[in-house]
């Protein structure tokens, strides 16, 4: 069993669709959950940071992690074409070993 | 300001040809690292360096060697190349207790062995 595992898509929606993006996690160690956004020949970027079960909210993104579960979710509210991208989950221990999930491809449909 | 610079953005190799990607960053960072980036497998980390004058092997080392030269650069070398090292390059860093752990990533470099 994979540590992260991650729809790869291809997710399509319509512009100004809700997105929900998910992760499941087997390791119940894991203490800071992040998503990284990464455009088409880009390098991913980090999006959203938490370190506790619940909501963070940041604009149109809200992340939401369910530790009791292990299971991490990423809504986008009023999808812009600009959200078109591969999101990574990254559920971590806090040391140097980072681990991703593999990543879903989404395209806003304008 | 820069960030992280990989170079070189494109490379073919032959099978037993060697290279080495270099990456630099101008943050200051204490932590670096190198990623593969493959279809269906995701980002999977290939050696790390946390501080300048260490390294040590990430999920995927084989057929790999690196060098932390100093505090801002950090290579990965593939001595004899396979073409199961196809794949996208990514080099990493970040400055570990500033709260976030946030990675920064360089654009990346893609490689074929052909």
């Known amino acids: 069993q994979k540590e992260v595992e991650q729809d790869p898509g291809p997710l399509s929606v319509p512009e100004g669709a809700i997105v929900s993006l998910n992760c499941t996690y087997s390791n119940s160690a894991f203490q800071y959950f992040m998503w990284y956004r990464q455009y088409s020949r880009k390098g991913p970027e980090l999006l959203m940071y938490?370190?506790?079960?619940g909501n963070k909210e940041d604009g149109r993104f809200t992340a939401q992690v369910d530790k009791s579960s292990k299971y991490i979710s990423l809504f986008i509210r009023d999808s812009q074409p600009s959200d078109s991208a591969t999101y990574l989950c990254?559920?971590?221990?806090?040391?140097?070993?980072?681990?991703f999930g593999t990543g879903t491809r989404l395209t806003i449909i304008p | 300001n820069a960030g992280v610079t990989q170079t070189p953005k494109f490379q073919v190799l032959k099978t037993g040809q060697s290279m080495t990607l270099q990456c630099a960053q101008d943050?200051?960072?204490?932590?670096m690292y190198w990623y593969r980036q493959d279809p269906g497998m995701g980002l999977r980390l290939i050696y790390y360096s946390a501080s300048e004058g260490t390294t040590d092997k990430g999920e995927v080392p084989n057929g790999y060697n690196v060098s932390r030269l100093n505090k801002r650069e950090f290579s990965l070398r593939l001595e004899s190349a396979a073409p199961s090292q196809t794949s996208v390059y990514f080099c990493a860093s970040r400055q570990r207790g500033a709260g976030d752990e946030k990675l920064f990533f360089g654009s990346g470099t893609q490689l074929s062995v052909l």
């Open positions: 990254a559920p971590n221990f806090g040391n140097e070993k980072l681990t």
């Open positions: 943050m200051n960072h204490n932590s």
């Open positions: 938490t370190y506790s079960s």
